[in-house]
Structure formats: C-alpha cells, structure tokens
C-alpha cells in the first residue's frame, strides 16, 4: 500500500499510522459500488471525496482497492490541480479521518 501525503508534523503522522493499519473487511466488490465506489479502470474500485478548496483548487481523499486481490492498493490526499499528494491542515486531516471511520462503519474497511 502506498499512502500519498506531504508533511511529517504529527497530525500527519497520525494519519499515515491509521492508514498503515487498515485492510478490506468486505470481500465482495460489489458491495462497494454500492457505497460510492466506481470501477471505470477495471482492475481497481475507486473511491474519491472532496476534503476542502486551497486557493479554489480541490484537494481530494483516494483510496484505490485492488479488485481481484481486495486489498487496498493507495490512499491519498491530493491537490487536484497537479494530482500530486499534497500537505493537509489538521482540518482536512480530521475530514479524512471522518471518511476513513465512515467506511469502517460500513464494514467495508477494518483497523488491524
């Protein structure tokens, strides 16, 4: 799994933890579209969400899961306008987190 976020304060840090110890609950991917994932690039569901606007540039939370092996491929925050990883407030960080505790709910995602 490869976790894409800029920053090494503790918040950040934190964040990266609770992404290292996650894993697919669900094994049927079916489910996940369902619950807002797509599959346009066959081999991956995919699921994004808008976390905030810097500077009226969107930055994203992306978890990609691996569809045959149902394990989680990356998880990222990114700035959408270079899609590349990008550094968080503690604000984004928590909506994030609030995403990551929505999709455990849903038994999709478990903590290890």
Same mark, same amino acid.
């Given at each position: #799994?490869?976790?894409?976020?800029? @920053?090494?304060? $503790? &918040?950040?840090?934190? *964040?990266?933890?609770?992404?290292?110890?996650?894993?697919? $609950?669900?094994? &049927?991917? +079916?489910? *996940?579209?369902?619950? @807002? *994932?797509?599959n346009a690039y066959k081999p991956v569901i995919y699921y994004c969400k808008r976390i905030s606007k810097k500077n009226n =540039?969107?930055? +994203?939370?992306?978890?990609? =899961?691996? $569809? $045959?092996? #149902? +394990?989680?491929? &990356?998880i990222d925050l990114l700035d959408e306008y270079v899609l590349q990883p990008t550094r968080c407030s503690k604000k984004e960080l928590d909506t994030a987190t609030q995403i990551i505790h929505e999709l455990i709910n849903k038994n999709l995602l478990q903590k290890n």
């Open positions: #799994m490869t976790i894409g976020i800029q @920053g090494n304060n $503790k &918040d950040t840090l934190n *964040f990266i933890s609770l992404c290292e110890s996650l894993s697919v $609950k669900e094994q &049927d991917y +079916t489910v *996940f579209l369902k619950h @807002g *994932f797509t =540039i969107p930055v +994203t939370f992306n978890l990609s =899961i691996n $569809k $045959k092996t #149902m +394990t989680i491929k &990356d």
